[in-house]
């Protein structure tokens, strides 16, 4: 509609009623015109008015689209045709309404409909949401995309195979496929596990798991956990130590009463969804209920979840205390009390909430600590709140796993991210764990490797409990094949696939060294460990040795010059 158009309407639409309103819409019209005679035309002012009123939304939650809008408001108010092209929804920046140049419609103002324009803005928010983002990962960035995409893999696992949920926040995951055991079946007439005084319900549960051979741990601590012993129990690093607990639990807890009979507790997230996997991998045939509690999930869905009376209940100490103090779980009918790793529980500060969560347990309850590695103070605790417990220490002298190949590097501080790109392109590790003692430097390392064309990622204790999810899952099924990680991964980590552990930092505790190596070589699996050493860190070697009762040999290695200039011009300044 033209200018002389506009105002002829003015005269013939009745001025009389409308009054001020007409009076606007015919100063926006010869606006409107001035505009488009200047070059940037009526479809800019559209764009605006578009970007404001297209964000409105429906009372049913669906977005009004900008051109429908648009063209309502001007027929109310010139009583014809629409004056303006509709607008678009608001880009994050210009350069993508006018194109490079310009600012007119020669320069690349988008003049589509209202609709094509919200569906092109909607096409560009969804693929930056799912745009793969190299940057360095930190534990606020990108938290609303990646809780979106997080929800939308969950939905997705659900809807096909068994699978678990491992708690407040409905984290999916795959069950492995049961065999079709019998009694007459060889699996089970010569499983191995008969003899320790399992139920043949159990024995049979563990034959279709493909569990036949126990470890030296199942054979020494399963019969005394069945008579109701008190245990304090030591082992090396992956040798089966969370099923050496979870069979006496199976064998002791009722399905047919909805209370909690089991309480196991661990120091870490990443540990305790491990351990309520492996209870639930069982608990699907014997119809026992489990459920673990955590930090950064929702506590509203674990109160739920609680209500419907779970058997076994597995969590961190900190959660724990909350739903105790709150008197969300009853542990009036407690049978069994398990403390997972409790020398790392009093390393991070959880003394005092083991001793309250022992003190709100019921007289009577059996008391089972398991560790790698056991020291005086642990020891002390089992003294005081244990009743005439078992002692089992399996290779007490020999804490680090045979089968694990190790090695130490020597190398200056600015040489060591060379020295780690020529390792990797040297051993090609199917996957591989690289430990440092810092968030920041798992943040940088991580960001080099990924320039420099390995799938690396980091976790550690800042970043978002669902980012830390989803970068486990991608590992667990090999999305990721390095993953840097701070002492926050070095518990709970069960996965078979890891071949080689990396120690780009000396750990400052020597125990902590024997959990680090302990991620690969799993269950009698061979595995590689490396540590670089600094000119600096020779006495932290040798307190590793005396632990490990082992002399670590070098690895001799010259880094090749061109993976030097790669490292420069890739990732920046050395490490």
Same mark, same amino acid.
């Given at each position: 509609m033209g200018f002389l158009d506009r105002i002829k309407g003015l005269f013939t639409g009745g001025q009389k009623d409308t009054g001020k309103k007409d009076d606007a819409?015919?100063?926006?019209?010869?606006?409107?015109?001035?505009?488009?005679?200047?070059?940037?035309?009526?479809?800019?002012? +559209? /764009?605006? *008015?578009?970007?404001? %009123? !297209? $964000? #409105? =939304?429906?009372? &049913?939650?669906?977005?009004?689209?900008? @051109?429908?809008?648009?063209?309502?408001?001007?027929?109310?108010?010139?009583?014809?045709?629409?004056?303006?092209?509709? +607008? /678009?929804? *608001?880009?994050?920046? %210009? !350069? $993508? #309404? =006018?194109?490079? &140049?310009?600012?007119?419609?020669?320069? @690349?103002?988008?003049?589509?409909?209202?609709?094509?324009?919200?569906?092109?803005?909607?096409?560009?928010?969804?693929?930056? /949401?799912? *745009?793969?983002?190299? %940057?360095?990962?930190?534990?606020?960035?990108?938290?609303?995309?990646?809780?979106?995409?997080?929800?939308?893999?969950?939905?997705?696992?659900?809807?096909?195979?068994?699978?678990?949920?491992?708690?407040?926040?409905?984290? *999916?995951?795959?069950?492995?496929?049961?065999?079709?055991?019998?009694a007459e079946s060889e699996e089970f007439t010569h499983n191995e596990f008969r003899p320790l005084g399992l139920s043949d319900r159990l024995v049979l549960t563990l034959a279709a798991n493909r569990f036949r051979t126990p470890t030296d741990i199942q054979r020494e601590m399963i019969p005394q956990a069945l008579k109701g012993r008190d245990i304090l129990g030591q082992a090396k690093t992956g040798t089966g130590k969370t099923i050496a607990f979870l069979m006496p639990i199976f064998e002791r807890v009722d399905p047919a009463r909805p209370v909690v009979q089991a309480l196991i507790v661990l120091p870490t997230r990443e540990l305790c969804r491990q351990v309520t996997w492996e209870a639930q991998r069982f608990g699907r045939t014997?119809?026992?209920?489990?459920?673990?509690?955590?930090?950064?999930?929702?506590?509203?869905?674990?109160?739920?979840?609680?209500?419907?009376?779970?058997?076994?209940?597995?969590?961190?100490?900190?959660?724990?205390?909350?739903?105790?103090?709150?008197?969300?779980?009853?542990?009036?009918?407690?049978?069994?009390?398990?403390?997972?790793?409790?020398?790392?529980?009093?390393?991070?500060?959880?003394?005092?909430?083991?001793?309250?969560?022992?003190?709100?347990?019921?007289?009577?309850?059996?008391?089972?600590?398991?560790?790698?590695?056991?020291?005086?103070?642990?020891?002390?605790?089992?003294?005081?709140?244990?009743?005439?417990?078992?002692?089992?220490?399996?290779?007490?002298?020999e804490i680090s796993v045979?089968?694990?190949?190790?090695?130490?590097?020597?190398?200056?501080?600015?040489?060591?991210?060379?020295?780690?790109?020529?390792?990797?392109?040297?051993?090609?590790?199917?996957?591989?764990?690289i430990f440092t003692n810092t968030k920041r430097m798992s943040d940088a390392l991580a960001l080099r490797l990924d320039k420099l064309g390995f799938k690396a990622r980091c976790i550690h204790s800042d970043l978002s409990q669902n980012k830390r999810e989803r970068i486990m899952d991608d590992f667990r099924t090999g999305r990721i094949e390095h993953l840097v990680a701070t002492d926050v991964a070095a518990r709970g980590l069960d996965i078979t696939g890891i071949s080689h552990v990396i120690n780009y930092d000396v750990p400052a505790n020597p125990e902590d060294y024997v959990h680090r190596v302990g991620r690969t070589g799993r269950m009698g699996a061979a595995g590689k460990a490396f540590t670089f050493v600094t000119?600096?860190?020779?006495?932290?070697?040798?307190?590793?040795?005396?632990?490990?009762n082992r002399m670590l040999e070098e690895y001799e290695m010259e880094p090749h010059q061109e993976d030097h200039s790669a490292v420069q011009q890739e990732s920046g300044q050395p490490a």
């Amino acid at each position: 509609m033209g200018f002389l158009d506009r105002i002829k309407g003015l005269f013939t639409g009745g001025q009389k009623d409308t009054g001020k309103k007409d009076d606007a819409s015919g100063r926006e019209g010869r606006k409107s015109e001035d505009r488009r005679r200047d070059g940037k035309g009526g479809a800019e002012s +559209g /764009e605006r *008015r578009g970007r404001n %009123r !297209g $964000r #409105r =939304r429906r009372p &049913g939650g669906e977005r009004r689209e900008s @051109g429908e809008r648009e063209q309502k408001t001007g027929q109310d108010k010139s009583g014809g045709a629409q004056t303006q092209p509709p +607008g /678009e929804p *608001r880009h994050r920046s %210009r !350069g $993508r #309404r =006018r194109g490079k &140049g310009g600012k007119g419609p020669e320069a @690349g103002v988008q003049t589509g409909t209202g609709q094509d324009s919200a569906a092109k803005s909607e096409a560009g928010r969804k693929s930056r /949401e799912e *745009r793969p983002s190299n %940057r360095r990962e930190s534990g606020s960035s990108d938290r609303k995309a990646g809780s979106t995409r997080s929800r939308g893999r969950q939905r997705s696992r659900g809807r096909s195979g068994r699978s678990a949920d491992l708690g407040g926040i409905a984290q *999916r995951v795959e069950f492995p496929e049961l065999l079709d055991v019998t009694a007459e079946s060889e699996e089970f007439t010569h499983n191995e596990f008969r003899p320790l005084g399992l139920s043949d319900r159990l024995v049979l549960t563990l034959a279709a798991n493909r569990f036949r051979t126990p470890t030296d741990i199942q054979r020494e601590m399963i019969p005394q956990a069945l008579k109701g012993r008190d245990i304090l129990g030591q082992a090396k690093t992956g040798t089966g130590k969370t099923i050496a607990f979870l069979m006496p639990i199976f064998e002791r807890v009722d399905p047919a009463r909805p209370v909690v009979q089991a309480l196991i507790v661990l120091p870490t997230r990443e540990l305790c969804r491990q351990v309520t996997w492996e209870a639930q991998r069982f608990g699907r045939t014997l119809d026992t209920k489990v459920l673990s509690v955590y930090g950064g999930t929702s506590v509203g869905r674990e109160v739920q979840a609680l209500q419907e009376g779970p058997q076994i209940m597995a969590g961190t100490p900190g959660r724990l205390l909350d739903h105790i103090g709150s008197g969300n779980v009853d542990l009036s009918n407690l049978k069994v009390l398990v403390l997972d790793e409790a020398d790392r529980m009093f390393d991070i500060g959880f003394r005092q909430d083991i001793i309250r969560i022992i003190k709100a347990c019921p007289e009577g309850r059996q008391i089972m600590l398991l560790s790698a590695t056991l020291d005086r103070e642990v020891e002390e605790l089992s003294e005081r709140y244990m009743h005439d417990p078992v002692q089992i220490y399996v290779s007490k002298d020999e804490i680090s796993v045979e089968s694990i190949w190790q090695r130490f590097i020597p190398s200056d501080r600015n040489h060591k991210i060379y020295k780690l790109v020529d390792l990797l392109r040297r051993e090609l590790p199917t996957q591989s764990i690289i430990f440092t003692n810092t968030k920041r430097m798992s943040d940088a390392l991580a960001l080099r490797l990924d320039k420099l064309g390995f799938k690396a990622r980091c976790i550690h204790s800042d970043l978002s409990q669902n980012k830390r999810e989803r970068i486990m899952d991608d590992f667990r099924t090999g999305r990721i094949e390095h993953l840097v990680a701070t002492d926050v991964a070095a518990r709970g980590l069960d996965i078979t696939g890891i071949s080689h552990v990396i120690n780009y930092d000396v750990p400052a505790n020597p125990e902590d060294y024997v959990h680090r190596v302990g991620r690969t070589g799993r269950m009698g699996a061979a595995g590689k460990a490396f540590t670089f050493v600094t000119p600096g860190e020779g006495k932290e070697l040798t307190q590793i040795e005396k632990l490990i009762n082992r002399m670590l040999e070098e690895y001799e290695m010259e880094p090749h010059q061109e993976d030097h200039s790669a490292v420069q011009q890739e990732s920046g300044q050395p490490a």
